[in-house]
């Protein structure tokens, strides 16, 4: 398929953060009903079938060339298995707004993380974005917004800031990889495999599933499956293909604002002062990081 127009591009990728946004507050419903692992794996499996149908209709069903597996392995591990399972398992503790903000901390630990390990240059910009981003962090955690006696609620939130950290070590190996085959047509293995795991992994941790199915949490699956894994991840990649990388990455620093509104609407969480700081810093951190470092870039290129 080709790349779509500027408008169509935009829409797309409002679908995306919405999607996304949402999902949160999906994902702290599904685990009220099913353990994280199923949570992830049954999900996982209503987007394998979705992505089939998507891939298959707009020719994009590929056999991955054996320089790609490791790319497929590292996406299909690192954020749709533990990522996933990590923010199931601390969105119990926590409530979904507070989950998304410190999820959405990924872009700063790529910013810490590649320089040291030699994979970009420390910019200006990029340091005073993650320690703008580390000051969010600060103040979302402090004992006002975290109850620090209670040994779940810390749990849960260390569980989603190692998630974040485990998707920003994806997103430097994936920087790296020299790709073979599109992303867009790596995405059903990269799921396919993540199924596989997840399945087996939930079988001989958690058991078989044990629970009351309901209309309710039918619809629930269907909408994180469907619409916050398969839809997401197809038009993320349609979105990739026709506008800009830093249009992309600045926009997804909506997606916290949006998942802390949902949760607001859907759950009825309070927004509080310390939340709404912390959101702000983490998001202008990232903004500043990506942009600022951008500009350098372009400035660097135009002096030769």
């Known amino acids: ?62 056999i991955p060339e054996r320089r790609d ?24 503790f926590l409530p979904a707004s ?13 910013a810490i993380a590649a320089p040291l390990l030699g994979k970009e240059t420390l910019t200006a910009p990029k340091l005073a974005g993650a320690l703008l981003g580390l000051v969010g962090l600060a103040v979302i955690l402090n004992p006002t917004s975290i109850d620090w006696t209670d040994s779940n609620v810390v749990l849960g939130a260390g569980m989603v800031i190692l998630a974040a950290i485990s998707w920003a ?15 867009l047509q790596l995405l059903l293995w990269q799921v396919l495999v993540a199924t596989a795991v997840l399945t087996v992994s939930a079988l001989l941790v958690e058991g078989p599933p044990h629970t009351e199915w309901s209309p309710r949490l039918v619809l629930l699956l269907l909408y994180s499956g469907l619409i916050g894994t398969a ?26 604002l949006v998942g802390i509104a949902s949760a607001a609407i859907l759950l009825g969480e309070p ?34």
């Open 69 to 92: 597996i490791p790319v497929v392995l590292s996406v299909a591990l690192l954020h749709m298995t533990i990522f996933s399972v990590l923010v199931a398992a601390g969105v119990r």
């Open 169 to 183: 070590a994806n997103i430097i190996y994936i920087r790296a990889h020299r790709w073979i085959a599109s992303p």
């Open 1 to 62: 398929m080709n790349a779509l127009s500027p408008r169509a591009a935009i829409g797309l990728f409002l679908i995306v953060v919405l999607a996304w946004g949402v999902n949160w507050s999906v994902t702290k419903q599904l685990v009220q009903f099913l353990p994280p692992l199923w949570t992830s794996a049954i999900r996982s499996w209503i987007a394998l079938a979705g992505l089939f149908v998507i891939l298959g209709l707009s020719n994009n069903l590929v």
């Open 271 to 304: 927004i509080d002062m310390s939340l709404a700081i912390a959101a702000a810093l983490i998001v202008s951190g990232i903004g500043l990081a990506t942009l600022g470092d951008r500009l350098l870039r372009r400035q660097a290129a135009a002096s030769g």
């Open 98 to 110: 507070k989950a998304i903000v410190l999820g959405y901390t990924t872009p700063l630990w790529v």
């Open 231 to 256: 839809l997401a991840y197809w038009a993320m990649s349609m979105v990739n293909k026709s506008i800009s990388a830093l249009t992309t990455s600045l926009g997804t620093t909506g997606t916290p």
